[in-house]
Every structure is written in structure tokens, then in C-alpha cells.
């Protein structure tokens, strides 16, 4: 954990965070600050200054999409962009911000246009997104039968026989 590292604090539950999302690596949480309804943050647990130095770069973004697909299908969002900028905390983490229909962002989102939600709207946002992610089923591999071949069992004439053919050769 980074020192004085807020992202790290809720990591290690040490900072209250309305959490739609864990696994080993990586979690997703709602923004104190939201641009819309939903808006999702999704970090490493490791620390990482940018989003680019995460080591599982890939898996990280299938964890945004997971988020994603729950949040168009929770929130009934039109669409949902990213914001990857890390400025204002030096953790990697990637916004994730579902978009609706007079959303009052025109185009582009921008910081500027906070939301306000109360403590209850946050906690039942984040149970709708949430519960709206598929448990994933552990991936059980599928065993091949391979019949197994019986040994022929050599006579003591039939190796004779082959000695004889191999002498020859």
C-alpha cells in the first residue's frame, strides 16, 4: 500500500466505498464525485501510478466490461465512456461513466458537472450494478478418454523370427 494513497486506504477497507465489484486483482467501486448516476471507478488492488503500468493490462479492461455490461443493463444507460486521465489520484484507476439521454454533459463529459446523490441512492445504485454482474462458473476442464492400447504380447518364435529379418537388412 502507497503511503497516504486514498484508492490503497479503500483497498484495505480502511476508507468507507460503495463496492460493486472484487476479485484478486482488481476492484470497482462508485465515485464520491459522480458525473452521472453509476459512475464506477475500477482499480488495482496493486499499487500503480497509471492505468498503462498495470501488469494485467487485458484483464483489467475485461473487469471494465463487466462493469459496463451491468451498468447498461441496472441503469438502463444509453451508452458509457472511460476516463483514464489519473491526475487527481496518483492510483491507476479508470472511470467508467454511464451516459442517459439529457445527461446534462452535452458531448464530453467534464468534471465540473458533479452529481449529488444521498448516502441511500449510492447503496442501492451500487446493489443494482452489482447484482446485475454475472457470477462467473469456475472453468472445469473436460477429460479425454484415451483408450489405452493393450501390448502385444511376443512370442518367443516371433522374436526369433524378427531378429532374423533385422540380421538381414
Same mark, same amino acid.
Given at each position: 500500500?502507497?503511503?497516504?494513497?486514498?484508492?490503497?486506504?479503500?483497498?484495505? /477497507?480502511?476508507?468507507?466505498?460503495?463496492?460493486?465489484?472484487?476479485?484478486?486483482?482488481?476492484?470497482?467501486?462508485? /465515485?464520491?464525485?459522480?458525473?452521472?448516476?453509476?459512475?464506477?471507478?475500477?482499480?488495482?488492488?496493486?499499487?500503480?501510478?497509471?492505468?498503462?503500468?498495470? /501488469?494485467?493490462?487485458?484483464?483489467?479492461?475485461?473487469?471494465?466490461?463487466?462493469?459496463?455490461?451491468?451498468?447498461?443493463?441496472?441503469?438502463?444507460?444509453?451508452?458509457?465512456?472511460?476516463?483514464?486521465?489519473?491526475?487527481?489520484?496518483?492510483?491507476?484507476?479508470?472511470?467508467?461513466?454511464?451516459?442517459?439521454? /439529457?445527461?446534462?454533459?452535452?458531448?464530453?463529459?467534464?468534471?465540473?458537472?458533479?452529481?449529488?446523490?444521498?448516502?441511500?441512492?449510492?447503496?442501492?445504485?451500487?446493489?443494482?450494478?452489482?447484482?446485475?454482474?454475472? &457470477?462467473?462458473?469456475?472453468?472445469?476442464?473436460?477429460?479425454?478418454?484415451?483408450? &489405452?492400447?493393450?501390448?502385444?504380447?511376443?512370442?518367443?518364435?516371433?522374436?526369433?523370427?524378427?531378429?532374423?529379418?533385422?540380421?538381414?537388412?
Amino acid at each position: 500500500m502507497e503511503q497516504k494513497c486514498i484508492f490503497c486506504a479503500i483497498v484495505g /477497507d480502511q476508507v468507507q466505498s460503495f463496492k460493486v465489484y472484487e476479485d484478486g486483482n482488481f476492484l470497482a467501486f462508485l /465515485d464520491i464525485r459522480p458525473l452521472n448516476k453509476g459512475h464506477t471507478l475500477v482499480i488495482p488492488k496493486k499499487h500503480y501510478r497509471w492505468t498503462y503500468d498495470v /501488469d494485467a493490462f487485458g484483464e483489467y479492461w475485461e473487469v471494465a466490461k463487466k462493469i459496463v455490461l451491468a451498468q447498461l443493463k441496472a441503469l438502463e444507460a444509453k451508452s458509457v465512456q472511460f476516463i483514464t486521465a489519473g491526475f487527481a489520484v496518483p492510483h491507476a484507476h479508470i472511470h467508467v461513466v454511464p451516459r442517459f439521454e /439529457d445527461d446534462g454533459h452535452g458531448e464530453y463529459l467534464t468534471h465540473g458537472n458533479v452529481k449529488e446523490f444521498s448516502e441511500q441512492e449510492m447503496k442501492e445504485t451500487a446493489e443494482k450494478i452489482k447484482s446485475s454482474i454475472p &457470477v462467473e462458473k469456475p472453468k472445469v476442464e473436460e477429460k479425454i478418454e484415451v483408450p &489405452v492400447r493393450e501390448e502385444k504380447k511376443w512370442t518367443e518364435e516371433e522374436l526369433e523370427t524378427m531378429r532374423k529379418e533385422l540380421e538381414q537388412t
